[in-house]
């Protein structure tokens, strides 16, 4: 394979973003408005029992799939990375390609200076079908799962195989083939985690197919990801109503969903206690603060984090009039809920104190969302990955441009690498 670059359209940042001064985001204020600097550019029950058994299915009687794989890199070819999971400061996994594609896999050990392409054998596309794109879900440095869907804006059905590997990504093993209505598209992309190394989840997304329907498919898997079972279809089950904004499971029984575009009065959230078979609304109470709030505003909830069975958190915005957010918090599994005025932004939870609030406005936290510490404004939307209050990563966007960029200082400066696949 000729070597490619893709400097074409890398974004330009400075190598290093001046700090910015800090100021709190408390209950008196509302969003950071001209004071801030200016953007520079650039459970008690088993964990080994999810309650959904998958059929058993030996790996020696998996079908490979059949077709030219998705070919490597040659070392040397600088790359752009489109979602990074990083796992330590200096080991973690990278999704991209070329042009702003998203079908290699990759792994770094050097803070994301070079990658090494460990591509599972995935089925490359013809020439008349939708190029693919990779999802994927990471545990450590050498443990990982992956699944393909297809770039395209059309719903069709898909034979669904889910990548494993735990020697990262030195070689990679299918799991049973399962098929779908659907997998995800470019709009609604699928989502996959795990709990540990043998239990895990996909979902399935559609898209808005009227009535305030958008259909899923919830699939669980208790042995790796070498047999997957559905926990529940568009057919039959729960979930199948509003947009699932965010999905998160703390074991393989409790999970958590956020729901957006519903004609309820009061945000709620899903909660399943049995692996995802069954999913009980619950309405979140109004702010303290604003008792009233849900009767005069539409609000929906996102960004779902769970720590453990009991400690969690979810944003709420309401997208009208006042245009607010907050960030609802509980230690006991939602039996009671905390909420605190919210800067805007993806919730990311690094313990139950600390968290960031991530878009172009940064803010950290470390009182467990009681008060928010604005921390940098920048001109790209990214997403981020932190393994600590300091060290963190980000794949920005700025129109069609992309970028990896780091921090050592909790994003209070921002440093452009260039990202090369190395042997």
């Known amino acids: 394979m000729d070597k490619r670059v893709a400097i074409g359209i890398i974004l330009v940042f400075t190598a290093l973003i001046g700090s910015a001064c800090n100021r709190a985001f408390s209950e008196e204020q509302s969003e950071p408005q001209s004071e801030q600097p200016k953007a520079e550019q650039p459970s008690e029950e088993s964990a080994d029992d999810p309650g959904v058994e998958p059929t058993a299915t030996s790996v020696e009687d998996t ?3 059949q077709g030219p794989p998705i070919a490597h890199f040659d070392p040397d070819t600088l790359i752009l990375i489109t979602n990074i999971q990083m796992i330590t400061q200096e080991r973690g996994w990278g999704i991209g390609g070329l042009d702003g594609n998203a079908d290699h896999i990759f792994r770094t050990q050097d803070g994301g200076q070079t990658w090494k392409d460990v591509t599972p054998p995935e089925p490359a596309p013809g020439e008349e079908e939708p190029t693919k794109a990779a999802i994927g879900y990471f545990l450590d440095p050498t443990t990982g799962w992956v699944a393909y869907y297809e770039q395209s804006v059309e719903v069709r059905p898909i034979q669904l195989r889910v990548w494993g590997t735990s020697d ?10 399962i098929d779908l209505e659907f997998l995800g598209n ?11 190394a043998d239990n895990g989840w996909l979902v399935a997304r559609h898209g808005p197919a009227g009535m305030h329907k958008y259909p899923v498919y919830v699939l669980r898997t208790a042995d790796g990801g070498r047999n997957w079972k559905m926990a529940i279809t568009p057919a039959e089950g729960a979930l199948q109503s509003c947009r699932k904004s965010g999905i998160v499971f703390a074991t393989p029984r409790l999970g958590w969903a956020t729901l957006a575009d519903c004609p309820v009065v009061a945000p709620e959230i899903a909660v399943t206690q049995d692996g995802g078979q069954n999913w009980e609304a619950i309405a979140l109470p109004a702010p303290q603060s604003r ?5 005069t505003e539409l609000c929906e909830s996102h960004s779902p984090q769970l720590i453990t069975d009991l400690i969690g958190a979810v944003v709420v915005t309401c997208r009208t009039g006042l245009l607010l957010n907050y960030v609802y918090t509980t230690s006991d599994a939602g039996q009671t809920w905390d909420s605190y005025l919210y800067p805007g932004g993806e919730l990311t939870l690094l313990s139950q104190q600390t968290a960031f609030a991530f878009d172009r406005h940064i803010h950290e936290t470390l009182d467990g969302g009681q008060s928010w510490d604005f921390v ?10 932190f393994v600590s209050e300091e060290v963190g ?11 990896l960029v780091n921090t050592t200082n909790g994003g209070r400066t921002w440093n452009l690498l260039k990202p090369v696949v190395t042997s």
Do not use: C
């Not at 990504?169 to 049973?176: A, K, L, R, T």
């Not at 008792?291 to 009767?295: I, K, W």
């Not at 990563?393 to 970028?403: F, H, I, M």
């Open 291 to 295: 008792p009233e709030l849900f009767e």
């Open 393 to 403: 990563w980000a794949v920005a966007r700025q129109g069609e441009a992309l970028a």
């Open 376 to 385: 940098k404004t920048v001109q790209w939307d990214g997403q981020f990955s």
């Open 63 to 65: 079908e490979l799939p």
């Open 168 to 177: 990262g990504g030195e070689s990679w093993v299918p799991s049973q083939a």
């Open 186 to 196: 470019a709009d609604y992309p699928p989502s996959m985690g795990f709990e540990d």
